[in-house]
């Protein structure tokens, strides 16, 4: 049971550049979620995925779009990267979107040049 | 505009002792209340969940939560070096939105051996 997982664990990209952000979990999950985490700002939504086939914007959405593939996999995407972009982005499920308890993946460390 | 607050510390405590970390909530009619811990370079880590008032006990672990004052708290009794981390206060938004969380930015805590 290896939770929720995410590939790559570190990227470097030039600004306008694309790549995209795997994220797959195996403990059946309903609700997936996508953070950045920027040193002082704390962990910001980017969108979230409350079931299979749906989508939202959360917080801060500007310059990405998602995918939920299935049940199991909900991927994150930039079309043309940014400096801005530069971040640590994490991957959380949880059962459904009114349980709560979010349970993250290890993250990736993106840096656009 | 739905606010967690923390103290950004750095706390620090001697070995042994009982350290303290606190949370503040904006919405009164937030439900769901978690402490994650966070290791330099890591993920979130889930540890706590405390949704009524009173205390909640977990090892050396207890959350106390205090709605009428919208607080919320985490003791770590018995501290020890492998306590030191970011702790990361998140709470639901009323309603059950399915955009989940609300997490402040969290309070570093340093345990001095």
């Known amino acids: 049971n290896a939770g929720v997982t995410q590939t790559p664990k570190f990227q470097v990209l030039k600004t306008g550049q694309s790549m995209t952000l795997q994220c797959a979990q195996d403990m059946n999950h309903n609700s997936m979620y996508w953070y950045r985490q920027d040193p002082g700002m704390g962990l910001r939504l980017i969108y979230y995925?409350?079931?299979?086939?749906?989508?939202d914007k959360g917080e801060v959405p500007n310059g990405y779009n998602v995918s939920r593939l299935n049940k199991r996999e909900f991927s994150l995407r930039l079309e043309s990267a940014a400096p801005s972009q530069t971040s640590v982005y994490f991957c959380a499920s949880t059962i459904d979107s009114f349980a709560y308890e979010q349970y993250f993946g290890p993250g990736t460390r993106l840096t656009v040049t | 505009q739905k606010e967690v607050e923390q103290n950004s510390g750095p706390l620090s405590v001697p070995e042994g002792a009982i350290a303290s970390l606190n949370c503040t909530y904006s919405d009164r009619g937030s439900q769901s209340f978690f402490w994650y811990r966070q290791y330099s370079g890591k993920s979130p880590e889930l540890i706590m969940s405390i949704y009524s008032n009173g205390d909640k006990e977990d090892g050396r672990f207890t959350a106390q939560l205090n709605k009428a004052s919208q607080y919320v708290s985490l003791l770590i009794r018995d501290s020890q070096p492998s306590d030191s981390a970011t702790y990361l206060c998140a709470v639901n938004e009323s309603g059950g939105g399915a955009d989940g969380l609300t997490f402040g930015k969290g309070t570093h805590l340093i345990i001095q051996p």
């Open positions: 995925s409350a079931s299979e086939g749906t989508t």
